[in-house]
Nanobody
Framework: QVQLAESGGGLVQAGGSLRLSCAAS????????MGWFRQAPGKGREFVAT????????DYANSVKGRFTISRDNAKNTVYLQMSSLQPEDTAVYYC???????????????????WGQGTQVTVSS
């Protein structure tokens, strides 16, 4: 079955950096558009970033644009989220998600994704 496993979360001070990884298995990774979402306590799950199948196009939420970078390594079946200049408002559980899309269109909403990981906690202290 399809599995997405996030790693790399942790506690970091404001202004610091973290790199999240999401290893995929049970699917043909190149066929999937990938995304990162996050959910803060008491809030809904929100879009962070998405990347197309080849890795040639990425889109970001305005709140993270210029600070976060999504990338993928199709040879390793892994998608990454490099986060820098972290702020306390970035504190959340971060989830990766996958959706099969021959058209390789970016996907921005929770309901568009078919598979989800269990999430990794990111906590930014002030």
């Amino acid at each position: 079955q399809v599995q997405l496993a996030e790693s790399g979360g942790g506690l970091v001070q404001a202004g610091g950096s973290l790199r999240l990884s999401c290893a995929a298995s049970g699917l043909t990774f190149f066929n999937y558009v990938m995304g990162w979402f996050r959910q803060a306590p008491g809030k809904g799950r929100e879009f962070v970033a998405t990347i197309n199948r080849s890795g040639s196009r990425a889109d970001y939420a305005n709140s993270v644009k210029g600070r976060f970078t999504i990338s993928r390594d199709n040879a390793k079946n892994t998608v990454y989220l490099q986060m820098s200049s972290l702020q306390p408002e970035d504190t959340a559980v971060y989830y990766c998600a996958a959706v099969a899309d021959p058209g390789s269109r970016p996907r921005y909403s929770v309901r568009e994704y078919d598979y989800w990981g269990q999430g990794t906690q990111v906590t930014v202290s002030s």
